[in-house]
């Protein structure tokens, strides 16, 4: 097959993200070629301050190396610019002379520095602070000199002027405003940041303007507006960026402030296209990398001839990369009229928090030295998500909405390289920050993949995106909508709805009508795609266990040896002394390895082969145990208390209640496990409080209580309402169960899922629409017609057999 | 050492998208069965902690490791990056429905 050809001019950061995900989606369609400016193969001109700060190297820095474009077959020019573009015989020349063809062209050029058109601009040492070879010029500068003017107290001209401290030189910054950084922070912060950053030795010159450089060939001086003069041997000019868009403006391509591109990133010529800061969209010119990687996203998808990816816009947040310095700044920080604010301001602690909410969402946000809750408000931001319910406790921060794992640790920033981030793989933070910044990573689950950090409960998932923020000195991570999988850019949302609307009822035809990438999937997507079809068309949609994960394939725990683990139901935790002898009987009988109480009042049999399971389970069962379901995202336990049987205090029947719950849902599959518990009384032995449903009784009647975990993030449950009857404990039990198994996502459990939708949200669905309530109990019950069937038993009687035994048994 | 095919079952004894285990002395093989109704062998042990690779979930011709999901690419044993390991594969040989394995010429690890 004939390749087409792909010209790529700029070979930088845009540009290069494009061709990776180019070569993700159709690595076989186009011939590549790729025309740099620059000396270097692509780099991550973002950590251009840390290289400038002595904080790393320029090799440290490398995202591609010249093996990547040779591995990718792509052709790679450097050091040499493009010079012209003949659009009508579609070739581009540079200025050593090399001709191309293209049939499609790409243009990342960039921007470069706006350099103030004063008298001496021109002179030996006068920079702008853009590529590599500024940081090499401002280095040697360094070495040899003394005294440096910053010129613009924005983001870039704070880092330059950092770096240039760090190398030993007296640096002011000039501004021409009264405030630094107007564009990310308002005044109080920006004051706050002055005193800090002064304290480190920084001199400012706050609302000056420059006229004059002076000296005869290199800088030795600034004149002001106003007459004064000021010794200097080297200038950085830090005043904004300008789209290099000069090649694509001789070539007639329309251009305003930037090239002009539409949705596809497409300029007017249809066979060119372009990205990154060169680009003007819809009015707007960009200047940080996260929007310009949704654009690669998009620009790529065109390329390949996909057609349907859209970019409309990006929300952006920023972040100083001034190390000892957390700061944090997302969306309209200034609010406006029908904005209100929540502040908090402590000087004399060093912090400022605030938030700017209008309709009762988050519209921006400006953090000054506690920024731990920097990535969750700009999800909540970009999310949309309403905080009418938290808006009493938003402002101290996601800890305290009842996470109380890993609240105590705050600033990313502060953490020392060994500091353990994640507790179950056992990540340090240098490991982290290494594998950032010599593998190029960007997003969260690129850092999941490469250092298992925030791979396995995810509760430093907060704190790895921090750590990402800090070392790249941006929020890449999520896109605004994640998509389930990486096979699909579907959303759960997306799926479920395809599901239910297109009357979807197997895997195979969800993967056909959402042109999955993959023709079979992957491990993340296949369960939670064969639940959704499970909930939505129960008795239609057929289980696959080859999409389930072995514990629910096999219906026992998987243990670190391969071994399995069998807990029998015990209904509300009570057993009678037949079924404690049968268990014992079966551990006896079985060999177990271990009898063990569990954390949820029942009784556990470890360390039995998988073969032995059909057995023992048998035995069990003869003797009138079923699966306790252990092992599923399902109902698990119902914990409960002794209760006005037995206990002084007790006011209800607990054990008994907690026995009709357990009868009424057990067997039912959920988005991720379910637990309850009832309390006899308001002393709540059973802790119903940090139960997914929680009922604690009271002397009138039942609390129910929704929402609570007690596992990586302890959740102290939200009280739903309260009943009289125990038919209406059992009606409000259903319908929430229902509601959370139709709206969840798979693997949310429902105090996250609360707290996305909102209690509001939950409470009318169940309280204020009696209706609907019913309706959902219902459709609960019906589902539990088919549900209630004991898989050990099914098993036991030889259902999937193959499962459990070995295909040979070989010498 | 020359090939040695020995019979150990029918390839519609094994799941679509999933595995059975074939116990010798020396350990126990995994024979995969993909979508595509290819088969693999490898040995049944994870190189990051020796979990039951024959429980993982297998889409393409790759099964996620049932315990920490290290997902390995069952035709070359390798794992799929940026993880790294690899596991012992076996040739197999479908012949009339019939799978015949030939694992004379590798020992698998201790
Ligand atoms: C057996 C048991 C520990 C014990 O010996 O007591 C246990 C064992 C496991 N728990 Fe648990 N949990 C057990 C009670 C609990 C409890 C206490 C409770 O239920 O009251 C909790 C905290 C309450 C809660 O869930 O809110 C608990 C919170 C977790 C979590 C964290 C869940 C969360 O949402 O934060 C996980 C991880 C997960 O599910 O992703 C987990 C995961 C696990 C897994 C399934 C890990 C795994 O994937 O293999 C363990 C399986 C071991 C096995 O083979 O049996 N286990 N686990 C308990 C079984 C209870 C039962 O009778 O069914
Ligand atoms: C010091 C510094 C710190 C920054 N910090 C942050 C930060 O913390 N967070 C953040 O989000 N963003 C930050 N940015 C901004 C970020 O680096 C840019 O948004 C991003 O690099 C723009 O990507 P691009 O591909 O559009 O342009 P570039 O990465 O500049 O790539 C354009 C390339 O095209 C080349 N080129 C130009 N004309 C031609 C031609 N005619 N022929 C061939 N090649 C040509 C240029 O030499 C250049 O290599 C920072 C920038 C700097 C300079
Ligand atoms: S049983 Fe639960 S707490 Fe104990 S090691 Fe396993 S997952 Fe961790
Ligand atoms: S044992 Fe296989 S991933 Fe850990």
Known sequence: MNKKRLVLIGNGMAGIRAIEELLKLAPEIYEITVFGAEHHPNYNRILLSPVLAGEKSFDDIILNSREWYEQNGIRLHTGDPVQEIDRVRRKVRTVSGIETDYDRLLIATG??????????????????????????????????????????????????????????????????????????????????????????????????????????????????????EMETDLVVMAVGIRPSIELAQRAGIRCERGILVDDCLQTFDPSIYALGEC????????????????????????????????????????????????????????????????????????????????????????????????????????????IADIRDRLLFGEAHLGDSGHGGQSKASTLSDDAQVCDCNGVCKGTIVKAITTKG?????????????????????????????????????????????????????????????????????????????????????????????????????????????????????????????????????????????????????????????????????????????????????ERGLVSGHAYG???????????????????????????????????????????????????????????????????????????????????????????????????????????????????????????????????????????GRNALAKRFHESQRIAKQDPWRERAEGREAHEFEPLKILG | MKTEWIEIGRAEDIPRQGARVVKTDKGDIAVFRTAEDEIYAIRNCCPHKGGPLSEGIVYGATVACPLHNLSLDLKTGQAVAPDDGCVTTYPVLLEGGLIYLDFSSREPAA
């Open chain 1, 633 to 771: 995202k399902a109902l698990r336990t119902v914990k409960t208390c002794v209760g006005s049987t037995w206990c002084r205090f007790g006011t209800q029947d607990s054990t008994g209640m907690g026995i009709e719950l357990e009868q009424m849902t057990w067997g039912s599959w959920m988005p991720h496990k379910f637990k309850m518990a009832v309390s006899g009384c308001p002393r709540n032995c059973a802790e119903a409080t940090i139960k997914d449903f929680g009922v604690v009784a009271i002397d009138s009647g039942w609390e129910l209580h929704i929402g609570g975990n007690g596992g990586v993030k302890v959740r102290a449950t939200d009280l739903l309402c309260r009943v009289k009857s125990t038919q209406e404990v059992k009606a409000y039990c259903a319908a929430f169960i229902q509601l959370y198994r139709e709206e969840a996502r798979y693997l949310e459990r429902t105090a996250p899922w609360l707290e996305r939708v909102g209690l509001s949200y939950v409470k009318q669905r169940l309280l204020e629409d009696e209706m």
């Open chain 1, 279 to 386: 680009v003007q969209h819809r009015g707007q010119c960009f200047g940080l990398v996260a929007p310009l990687f949704e654009q690669a996203k998009v620009c790529a998808n065109h390329l390949a001839g996909l057609g349907y990816g859209r970019y409309t816009s990006s929300v952006t947040a920023t972040k100083l990369k001034v190390t000892g310095i957390d700061l944090f700044s997302a969306g309209d920080f200034q609010g406006s009229d029908g904005s209100e604010e929540i502040l908090l301001r402590d000087p004399s602690g060093g912090i400022y928090k605030k938030l700017v909410i209008r309709d009762d969402r988050i519209a921006g946000a400006v953090l000054y030295g506690d920024t731990i809750d920097g990535a969750w408000y700009f999800q909540l931001m970009r999310e949309g998500r309403d």
């Open chain 1, 111 to 228: 921007s470069t520095p706006f350099i103030i058109p004063v008298p001496g601009a021109s002179l030996e040492g006068v920079i702008g602070f853009r590529d590599i070879r500024d940081v090499e010029l401002m280095l040697a500068a360094a070495k040899s000199h003394k005294k440096a003017v910053v010129i613009g107290g924005g983001l870039l001209g704070l880092e330059a002027a950092n770096g240039l401290m760090k190398q030993g030189m007296e640096v002011t910054v000039v501004h021409l405003l009264d405030s630094l950084m107007e564009r990310q922070l308002d005044k109080p912060a920006a004051a706050m940041l002055k005193a800090s950053l002064e304290e480190t030795g920084m001199r400012f010159l706050m609302e000056a303007q420059t006229a004059a450089i002076l000296g005869n060939q290199r800088v030795t001086g600034i004149r002001f507006a106003d007459g004064s």
């Open chain 1, 441 to 621: 990573l960007f997003t969260l689950d690129e850092v999941k993949a490469h250092t298992k950090a925030a791979a396995s409960c995810g509760s430093c998932t907060g704190l790895v995106e921090q750590i990402l923020a800090d070392t790249l000195g941006s929020d890449y991570s999520t896109p605004e909508l994640k998509p389930l999988c990486k096979c699909t850019d579907a959303t759960h949302d997306a799926v479920r709805q395809a599901i239910r609307e297109q009357h979807l009822t197997s895997l195979g035809a969800v993967f056909e009508a959402l042109a999955w990438r993959r023709p079979d999937g992957c491990p993340a997507c296949r369960p939670a795609i064969n639940y959704y079809l499970i909930a939505t068309w129960p008795g239609e949609a057929r289980d696959d266990p080859q999409s389930r994960f072995i514990n629910e394939r096999a219906h026992g725990n998987i243990q670190k040896d391969g071994s399995f683990s069998v807990i029998p139901r015990l209904w509300g935790g009570r057993a009678t002394p037949d079924e404690l002898r049968a268990i014992a009987d079966a551990a006896e009988r079985f060999h177990v390895g271990e009898v063990h109480l569990t954390g949820g009042q029942r009784i556990n049999l470890l360390g039995l082969k998988k073969e032995q399971l059909p057995a023992i389970w048998a035995f069990l069962g």
